[in-house]
Nanobody
Framework: QVQLVESGGGLVQAGGSLRLSCAAS????????MGWFRQAPGKEREFVAG????????IYADSVKDRFTISRDNAKNAVYLQMNSLKPEDTAVYYC??????????????????WGQGTQVTVSS
């Protein structure tokens, strides 16, 4: 059973930065494609960024492209989301997700099997 634990959320002013971390345990991390999703109040959960098992390939939602960076450290069983130039519309609960055996970058919720509990990011204007 894979467990994912997010951290690093908080309250930040517009234009600021945050770095989210997701620590994985209970599986072979290097075999999982990883992704970040978010869910704002009253909205559906949406894809934010994804990274391949090796870390070579990444995909971003248009709304975060050029502002957010996803990365991973397979030696530390961790994936990160560096968020810069934050906007109030980035306010959401951010979820880390793992896709066992996926050989490409996953962009859909159904690509992912394991999910973290989420971390709140609030951007004030």
């Amino acid at each position: 059973q894979v467990q994912l634990v997010e951290s690093g959320g908080g309250l930040v002013q517009a234009g600021g930065s945050l770095r989210l971390s997701c620590a994985a345990s209970g599986g072979t991390f290097m075999l999982y494609a990883m992704g970040w999703f978010r869910q704002a109040p009253g909205k559906e959960r949406e894809f934010v960024a994804g990274i391949s098992r090796s870390g070579i390939s990444t995909i971003y939602a248009d709304s975060v492209k050029d502002r957010f960076t996803i990365s991973r450290d397979n030696a530390k069983n961790a994936v990160y989301l560096q968020m810069n130039s934050l906007k109030p519309e980035d306010t959401a609960v951010y979820y880390c997700a793992a896709a066992p055996g996926l050989v490409r970058v996953g962009v859909q919720e159904y690509d992912y099997y394991y999910w973290g509990q989420g971390t709140q990011v609030t951007v004030s204007s």
